[in-house]
C-alpha cells in the first residue's frame, strides 16, 4: 500500500507558497479524475483536507492511498510556468 505522505505534501506545499504556487492539488495518478482533491489555493489550506489528517495519514477523497496507484501531488504556478507533478507517498513497510 502507498499511502499520501502528509508531512512530505505540507512541506513542499510550504516551500512553493513564495514561488507563485497558485494551486496544489492530491490523487492517484493513474485516476486522476476520481481521486483529486485541491489541498491549497491562494485563499489557504483546504479545511476538509485539514480535518481529514489521521496521524500520519491524510484522507482523500474517501481513502488514504492505493495499492495500485501512485500518489502525486501537482503543483499549479500563476506565472504560468510548467506545473509539477511530485510523487507523495509512503510505503506500508515503512509504518511497520
Same mark, same amino acid.
Request: hydrophobic residues 40%; contains cysteine; proline residues 3%.
Given at each position: 500500500?502507498?499511502?499520501? *505522505? =502528509? ?12 514561488? /507563485?504556487?497558485?494551486?496544489? &492539488?492530491?490523487?492517484?495518478?493513474? *485516476? =486522476?479524475?476520481? &481521486? ?26 474517501? &481513502? ?5 496507484? &501512485? ?24 509504518? /511497520?
Amino acid at each position: 500500500m502507498k499511502y499520501y *505522505d =502528509w508531512e512530505m505534501i505540507k512541506g513542499v506545499i510550504e516551500d512553493s507558497m513564495a514561488d /507563485q504556487l497558485a494551486e496544489a &492539488t492530491v490523487g492517484i495518478a493513474e *485516476d =486522476w479524475g476520481a &481521486t483529486a482533491d485541491m489541498v491549497w489555493d491562494v485563499d489557504g489550506w483546504n479545511e476538509r483536507i485539514l480535518r481529514a489528517i489521521d496521524g500520519p495519514y491524510v484522507w482523500v477523497v474517501g &481513502t488514504r492511498g492505493s495499492r495500485w496507484g &501512485t500518489p502525486m501531488l501537482h503543483l499549479h504556478y500563476l506565472d504560468g510556468r510548467p506545473s509539477k507533478y511530485i510523487e507523495c507517498y509512503i510505503e506500508e513497510r515503512d509504518f /511497520q
